[in-house]
């Protein structure tokens, strides 16, 4: 909506995470809301204190928050329930305001697994899952129920074993990576995000015959995406990730079907 518009009836929604000044959630939800015509804002939290943080979001009563680095997991503690898909997960990236009471739902893993399923048949596929945090969290369920062949790695080994317990598959180090030949590699570290563009989690001489997904959104495409676009791979941006989980969150919040491709067509637009 157009800030000239805003009163004091106005439905607050918000992103909160640290760091924060790289996310580009305000822009494609105030847009969506203003395509809709919805009497909403989005803003942008940096927050350190996260406790504080959600007993600020029941006095002031925001809508909606979208939960991000480093507080996805954290956050669960804080609620006052959680759906079924989030709790088998362990991370929460989408709270609801349902009349006073904080509902915590994990829109990234729907939105991950519906950019793979556009491209590729999941069940029996070799899959590499680098990184073991929120978002490596919520793909790795998703994976799982759809009958992949999963191996989570990770620079500190230990959260690797412990998200492969839960999930119950296979896990090792980073080094682990080039004995491997899957079918599908997927980065769910923050390597490569703006400003660090030439950060990569993977040579370039591995990436050969293989779907390769990264879910950093800024930039467009980062290094190991162009990359493995040289060496003739299918390769997913994390920008659809983003809209996806995005536009399921516009979708709770607000109970409209949400403007994908405008959410799309503005970040492309800010990035490009």
Known sequence: ?????????????????????????????????????????????????????????????????????????????????????ARKIGAVNTILNQEGRLLGYNTDCSGAILALEEKIELKDKKTILLGAGGAARAIAFGLKEKGADLTILNRTV?????????????????????????????????????????????????????LVFDIVYNPLKTRLIKEAEQNGCMTIIGLEMFVNQAALQFELWTGKKAPKDLMRKVVVEKLS
């Open 1 to 85: 909506m157009n800030n000239s518009t805003i009163t004091a009836t106005t439905k607050l929604c918000a992103i909160i995470g640290n760091p924060i000044e790289h996310s580009l959630s305000p822009l494609i939800h105030n847009a969506a809301f203003e395509q809709m015509k919805l009497n909403y804002v989005f803003l942008a939290f940096k927050v350190e204190q996260l406790k504080e943080a959600v007993v600020g979001m029941r006095a002031l009563n925001l809508k909606g928050v979208s939960v991000t680095i480093p507080h996805k997991i954290d956050v669960m503690d804080y609620l006052d329930d959680i759906e079924e898909v």
């Open 158 to 210: 230990k959260k690797a074993e412990m998200l492969a317990s839960e999930i119950n598959c296979q896990y090792g180090g980073l080094e682990l990576l080039e004995s491997l030949q899957p079918d599908i590699l997927i980065n769910t570290t923050s390597l490569g995000m703006y400003p660090k563009m030439d950060d990569t989690p993977v040579k370039k001489e591995f990436l050969k015959d293989m």
